[in-house]
């Protein structure tokens, strides 16, 4: 059987979505800035969704410490995860436009490389990352969207992930607490729960839901 044709795609989710909501995810652009555990998994629950316009964006390759939660391959070893999750989301979303840029994110390129979306998706590992992103982006685009995770890690229980409105444009998805250390580690499953709050979060303020 062939690949179908746009039409198709997009007719199916229609299908699954309804014709105006569609054309709204249809109609956005997300960057997802940082391709590990939280941004790989976002980044592909956005493209089943048939979001338009997703950016990807990280400087990072895949290592094999990253397989046992991150959306990669085994033969995706040495890659930068901008090439290898491009490689995935055209397997599984092949009409959705992606750009992507392998560059580390700075105070200095954050104003230009995101100036253009419509949704900005903090998906850091390191929390100084996270501060400097979330400052930034608050900071140069105030009218944006934000959404950002904190707290995802060990085997706390799946119901102490949440999804908070810190301010008007700016939500926060995790625990807000567990840190990784020696003892907790990352598991697929909870960072995953935490991948799904931030990607419904966006899904929500594409449908013009601003309430966590």
């Given amino acids: 059987m062939g690949a179908p044709t746009k039409d198709e795609f997009i007719a199916a989710l ?12 249809m109609n956005s652009s997300v960057a997802v800035c940082g391709l590990g555990g939280l941004g790989s998994n976002i980044a592909i629950a956005l493209a089943r969704a048939g979001v338009g316009r997703l950016h990807l964006i990280d400087f990072d390759r895949v290592d094999i410490s990253n397989l046992n939660r991150q959306e990669y391959r085994v033969s995706q070893l040495g890659k930068y995860k901008t090439e290898a999750l491009c490689e995935q989301l055209k397997d599984i979303a092949p009409y959705v436009e992606i750009t992507a840029d392998t560059v580390k994110l700075d105070e200095d390129n954050i104003p230009s490389l995101l100036k253009n979306e419509d949704i900005i998706c903090e998906a850091f590992d390191l929390p100084e990352e996270k501060a400097m992103l979330v400052n930034t982006v608050l900071e140069c685009f105030p009218d944006k969207y934000l959404v950002a995770g904190s707290g995802m890690a060990g085997l706390g229980s799946a119901n102490s992930i ?13 625990d807000e607490v567990s840190a990784v250390s020696e003892t907790s580690g990352l598991f697929s499953a909870r960072v995953m729960l935490c991948a799904a709050h931030e990607a419904m979060m966006i899904l929500r303020l594409i449908a013009d839901k601003k309430e966590a």
């Fill in 162 to 174: 949440r999804t908070r409105r810190v301010m008007k444009n700016f939500y926060l998805c995790g």
């Fill in 14 to 25: 229609q299908q699954r979505h309804g014709v105006e909501m569609q054309q709204k995810l």
